[in-house]
């Protein structure tokens, strides 16, 4: 089992930053490619940004390619989610994924994910 914990949410002005932090505890080695979702209101769950074990692939929605940065710290098995430019239509929850199925590929749909947070409110006014 991974336990997968996120923070850093909040209520910011549009061009302003937020980071996001994703806390894991469990079975943490065994923790494979991790992921970034969101979920707006009335709307299906979308990808946003994942990263390798490693960290050295990542791969980001189209939509925040450019503005958003998706890094981890294997040692302190936190993945943060540096977040930019943030615009109106950024507010969702923000929910973090691990998968720890054997995979040689970045992935970017909620199937491929094993474990999920809580999720964590990003609100950006205009």
């Known amino acids: 089992q991974v336990q997968l914990v996120e923070s850093g949410g909040g209520l910011v002005q549009a061009g302003g930053s937020l980071r996001l932090s994703c806390a894991a505890s469990?079975?943490?080695?065994?923790?494979?490619?991790m992921g970034w979702f969101r979920q707006a209101p009335g709307k299906e769950r979308e990808f946003v940004a994942a990263i390798s074990r490693s960290g050295s692939i990542t791969k980001y929605a189209d939509s925040v390619k450019g503005r958003f940065t998706i890094s981890r710290d294997n040692a302190k098995n936190t993945v943060y989610l540096q977040m930019n430019s943030l615009k109106p239509e950024d507010t969702a929850v923000y929910y973090c994924a691990a998968r720890i199925r054997p995979t040689i590929a970045v992935l970017t749909t909620t199937l491929s994910y094993d474990y999920w947070g809580q999720g964590t409110q990003v609100t950006v006014s205009s």
């Open positions: 469990g079975r943490t080695l065994s923790m494979n490619v």
